[in-house]
């Protein structure tokens, strides 16, 4: 088998790449990425890009079709991952995660591709105070990011066919330990804050709903996807990733990181606006689908393992939420030095 995994470069991609390694010893693996956050390691072992037998540097939006020669199933991550950026590079993440996700996949198709792995996310259901959403439910996506991950879906589903099996992954938010950490997710930076400064602070009124899942249970999730049946699903299947028991709201995610290290205070911003984006997710469709491959990791456990890697590097960055740990900001930089371009396309500097 021949896997092509596309953003292996950034935080959910090596724990992606050395899962499949161990599943699939005999696979070749092959990386594309555009190396924005290349320098953001937080492995003292080897670099994670070790682990694939190729890897090539290049931008989605000129992706060349040679590189799926022979490739059985793609497990699309790159793209702009999150709001913030998202807001700041409206046409950029809508070309990005849309127009290139949409013409690798029509490649993908021509070149003979039978399995494509495309990482959604339930930030498409936007603000639904009610009940769960299902993958039946009314999207409702309140910014570039999440419309980009709409639009993308919905081109996808009229491509896929038995000769092309398209599985749309609608993740929770991310957390949990891996080689290229990122901090701008909600767990991660609550228990960055308690480790180095004992004070979380909350940017919302800490009601909003957020399911989450580890990162290790979201590559189980797509190792599934990689070799589903078409009976299970159909040619096209979108479906929520995660469990009806991550369905948290902010402040109890607050309140587990202040019992799992002590001492930590949280302050509320009591006065900020309401934070829109507030969800919950119905995973049934997950659990009948993919029985076996089931969310594993718990709550605790995510926080012991983010708190152990972070005290490993003497994490003491109380200033963390304007550090490179944010994706954000490294765009931003890589911008303000002259290295990026307003289209976020590298400069062809000596
Ligand atoms: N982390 C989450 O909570 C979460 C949740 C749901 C879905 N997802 C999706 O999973 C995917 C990976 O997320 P992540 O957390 O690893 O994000 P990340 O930002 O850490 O990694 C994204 C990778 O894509 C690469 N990339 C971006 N634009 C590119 C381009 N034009 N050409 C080539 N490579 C490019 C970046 O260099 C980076 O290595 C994203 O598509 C994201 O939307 C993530």
Known sequence: MKILITGNMGYIGPTLTKHLRAAYPNATLVGFDMGYFGNCVTSKEILPECRVDVQYFG???QFPAEVLNGVDAIVHLAGISN???GNKFEEVTLDINYRASIDLAK????AGVRSFVFASSCSMYGSADDSARTEKSVLNPLTAYAKSKVYTERDLEPMASERFK??????????????RLRLDLVLNDFVACAVASKKITILSDGTPWRPLINVKDMVRAMD????????????????NVG???????VKDLAEAVARAIPGTDISMNKNAQPDK???????ELFKK???????????????????SGLESLGFKDGEFRNSWYMRLKVLTELQEKGLLNNKLQWVKIA
Not at 107 to 110: L, P, R, T
Not at 227 to 239: D, I, K, Q, W, Y
Request: proline share 5%; net charge positive; charged share 25%.
């Open 59 to 61: 931008d989605m939006r």
């Open 83 to 85: 709001d913030p950026i």
């Open 107 to 110: 490649k993908a198709k021509e």
């Open 166 to 179: 398209v599985t749309s992954l609608r993740f929770s938010t991310a957390c949990g330990w891996t080689e």
């Open 224 to 239: 599934w996807a990689i070799t589903r049946e078409t009976v299970n699903g159909g040619p096209f299947l979108a479906v």
């Open 243 to 249: 469990s009806d028991e991550w369905n948290y709201q």
């Open 277 to 283: 984006r507030s969800y919950r997710v119905n995973f």
């Open 289 to 307: 689908a993919a029985p076996q491959h089931q969310p594993k990791v718990n709550l605790t456990e995510s926080i012991r393992e983010l708190k």
